[in-house]
């Protein structure tokens, strides 16, 4: 909405900031001069006790010495109260009775029409809470009491009771003057289809408003208190007040608590709630009756950058705690992402609060897990690994969840703390064939002298052209920062042999830019820029050309998993040497021979060629086959 000229500037001449600022602190008068409008207080904004927060009525504007904090009466309610510039305008335009401009005739319009329907709204929560001290609530009454919500509680939420009678609101507003359409309208009533006496939607419920931002009520949960009722909780209908997935119950108080009181706590109903805000937890949202949608997580990253989901401790809210977690995955980033609070198991928030008081809860919000560990959870527990299969089924799950991070340094992280995970996972513990193990096919420790003495064997030295490949790609990625998306899950899978080459994948992968590398990223990747055969590659020479150093790194990549895959089938033949003889190895050997020159065929042109001798590599493991080197040796 864009604001006619001159209205912010005489909104600030009407309100002081040292009014605004005066509402959140306590000057310090020995430091303060009124007189000239200049004003000392302690931060509101950062825990402090020195009077280092100053602010200049003739200026308009506050600084805090300490934290760096600066702005006008606009920032500092936006500020303290966690809302946007337009709510701030709004907000400070009513404290000084100004008129906020209409945005055109029919917004105008709307405006007001959402106004009266809001009016019939605080009639109604009115109508509610007087109820609720009558005689036909006596049943409410005594279940809020046993729930702990009597006093202090049903007074801040302003919780009522809706009689049993089938037109008792209705009778109530109508009496009053309010247009019947307007009721209907606001979700309070039903009309029926053929043409009867509208009845009122909420009938022997204890009722709850939910209230939007601006603290307006749009809307009303209802508790039935009969037990064979057929929703035990029923909320009102999509209106022109109320969106359903895009409100939050408690949003207003829990948007000026946020980061306050501790972190925003993400609950599933209004006791939960309730209970969280009467404990001391107080920036505590709910959502209503659904899963949380994406608007809504959105609304709720809006309040803070890393709430809590306080899951019920049942599989139903692990479902729903999954759910939200795929929902979550495309929209993460550094700075805007979710923990997860896993409650006992059939126990909600209120259940621990009523049991183990506000200590229980607290060291539960403390341990929340973050969403990588969630995942994980998700994908392995109660399954059993024992196969390849199996094992591989797993790594393509994490991959697709993977993919779905669009941030590539936040993608690299969730990648490698997947991998520290899983070794953890699939290490060998004392019995093989448990969850998550699998019996493991380890070198022997000693090889019989025939088998010590063929060239196989002999041959387990350095693999340089392997070690040249992984400097090559990751001079590359160097030179043409700008191919890292396109290639990260290549280089994900392309662990390095050498700490210091791996040092340097890791950095990349994680984000870092190859002008503000970490050490000993940095150092390595100076001396790897300065060896002879990664100065002459074609595309680290051709430094403007990324489409040849794309088709080039596509190609060593492709070469590099083809060698990987060729030195395991290789491993794996050795170690039957000493046991077999048959010409089932000798096919196995022929079909690495085959697979080893099928990876060295260059689909590039003689200009990308990067030096290396394929004739002589491939001929090499011709003739250990040739030379059947599984025969024992006679002396």
Request: hydrophobic share 40%; net charge neutral; glycine share 8%.
């Amino acid at each position: 909405m864009s604001l006619p000229p001159g209205f912010l500037d005489e909104l600030r001449n009407r309100v002081p900031i040292s009014s605004v600022v005066g509402r959140k602190v306590v000057w310090d008068m020995r430091k303060s001069n009124q007189a000239k409008g200049d004003f000392w207080a302690p931060c509101p904004l950062h825990q402090e006790k020195s009077a280092s927060f100053h602010v200049d009525d003739r200026k308009g504007f506050y600084y805090c010495f300490g934290c760096h904090a600066k702005g006008d009466a606009l920032r500092f309610v936006q500020e303290t109260e966690n809302i946007g510039f337009m709510e701030a305008v709004e907000m400070l335009a009513r404290e000084a009775g100004m008129t906020m401009p209409a945005r055109d005739p029919r917004a105008a319009e709307k405006a007001d029409h959402l106004s009266e329907l809001a009016a019939v709204m605080e009639a109604a929560v009115r109508f509610y809470r007087m109820q609720l001290s009558g005689g036909a609530a006596h049943a409410a009454r005594d279940y809020l009491t046993g729930r702990g919500l009597q006093g202090d509680a049903l007074e801040r939420f302003e919780i009522g009771f809706a009689p049993a009678a089938r037109r008792a609101l209705w009778e109530h507003l109508t009496g009053a003057g309010v247009a019947g359409a307007k009721i209907v309208e606001a979700g309070l009533a039903i009309a029926p289809d053929d043409g009867g006496q509208p009845f009122d939607r909420f009938r022997g419920r204890i009722m709850f408003p939910i209230r939007d931002g601006r603290g307006r009520c749009i809307a009303f949960g209802g508790r039935a208190m009969d037990p064979n009722d057929r929703a035990k909780y029923l909320n009102s209908p999509e209106t022109p007040l109320f969106d359903k997935g895009r409100s939050l119950y408690n949003i207003g108080p829990a948007r000026g608590a946020a980061g306050k009181s501790g972190p925003l706590i993400v609950a599933e109903g209004y006791m939960d709630v309730i209970a969280l805000v009467m404990a001391g937890f107080e920036a505590a949202v709910a959502p209503l009756g659904t899963a949380i949608t994406e608007e809504q997580l959105r609304l709720i990253w809006r309040l803070s950058p890393e709430p809590v989901i306080a899951l019920d401790g049942d599989a139903a809210g692990l479902r729903a705690g999954t759910r939200l977690m795929d929902l979550a995955l495309p929209h993460l980033g550094p700075e805007q992402s979710l923990r997860f609070c896993l409650l006992p198991e059939k126990m909600d928030p209120d259940d621990v609060l009523r049991t183990g008081g506000a200590g229980a809860m607290r060291k539960l919000i403390e341990g929340a897990l973050p969403l990588v560990q969630i995942l994980w959870q998700r994908e392995t527990e109660g399954q059993i690994f024992d196969s390849p299969e199996r094992r591989a089924a797993l790594d393509q799950r994490l991959r697709a969840a993977l993919a779905k991070i669009a941030d590539p340094g936040l993608r690299g992280h969730y990648a490698e703390d997947l991998r520290s995970l899983r070794a953890a996972f699939f290490q060998p513990k004392r019995a093989a064939g448990g969850k998550g193990v699998w019996p493991r096919r380890d070198a022997p420790a000693t090889s019989l002298p025939a088998t010590r003495a063929t060239l196989l064997a002999a041959s387990g030295g350095e693999d340089v052209a392997e070690r040249m490949r992984e400097e090559i790609i990751l001079a590359i990625l160097l030179t043409h920062p700008g191919l890292m998306p396109a290639f990260l899950p290549d280089l994900e899978r392309a662990e390095m042999r050498e700490p210091g080459t791996e040092a340097l994948r890791l950095a990349l992968m994680n984000g870092a830019q190859p002008d503000a590398l970490p050490e000993p990223a940095r150092q390595e990747a100076a001396r790897l820029l300065d060896l002879g055969h990664v100065r002459i590659a074609p595309p680290v020479r051709q430094a403007d050309d990324p489409d040849f150093a794309r088709a080039c790194l596509a190609e060593e990549f492709a070469k590099l998993f083809a060698r990987r895959g060729v030195a395991q089938e290789l491993r794996e033949a050795a170690e039957d040497v000493a046991h077999v003889s048959d010409e089932g190895l000798t096919w196995r050997l022929r079909q690495a021979s085959e697979s080893r020159n099928r990876a060295e065929r260059s689909r590039l042109s003689d200009s990308a060629d990067l030096g290396e001798d394929r004739a002589a590599l491939s001929g090499a493991l011709q003739r250990l086959i040739e030379s059947e080197v599984w025969v024992k040796r006679k002396k």
